[in-house]
């Protein structure tokens, strides 16, 4: 066994919200819906897919307030500082779907990204780069399937 691990964290200075997964994500990918630009305030998240058991806060999980973004869509953030951490969608009820940003940088995350999603909802201001990436106009599973 390998000692794989990526760490995560919120933006508290103080007793931050801390997550961890230990095992390589089963896929990283460039969303762009409405619901996660719009509740992250940003162009697109990037957003890496865990297994549930291999995902664990470690730290202060009592900072943790969900919101439903949608009745599907259950979103972890912190209390205290705002940030949005990870969600839970119930179409993948085995998985935690990290917001990438929010983990360490600098390190081998186990995953790149692989394709960009809902590009029909991509915000005019933002333009998706030539990265040579498959786009898909709504949701489309990963080929890891
Ligand atoms: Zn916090
Ligand atoms: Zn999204």
């Given at each position: ?19 961890q997964?230990t ?16 509740t ?7 957003i ?26 259950h ?11 990870f ?6 009820p ?21 394709r ?30």
């Open positions: 066994m390998s000692n794989f691990i990526v760490k995560g964290k919120c933006r508290c200075e103080e007793n931050p919200v801390q997550f997964y095992k390589e994500p089963f896929e990283i990918h460039y969303c762009l819906c409405t619901d996660c630009t719009e992250c305030g940003g162009s697109l998240a990037i890496a897919v865990v297994e549930n058991a291999e995902f664990e806060v470690t730290a202060n999980q009592d900072k943790i307030k969900n919101f439903d973004s949608l009745e599907t869509c979103r972890k953030f912190c209390t205290e500082c705002g940030c949005h951490m969600l839970n969608v119930d179409a993948y085995d998985h935690t779907l990290v917001h990438v940003p929010t983990l360490e940088r600098g390190v081998d995350l186990g995953q790149t990204p692989d960009w999603v809902f590009t029909d909802s991509k915000h005019p201001m933002f333009t998706i780069p030539d990265d040579g990436l498959p786009r898909h106009s709504g949701w489309e599973a990963t080929s890891n399937t």
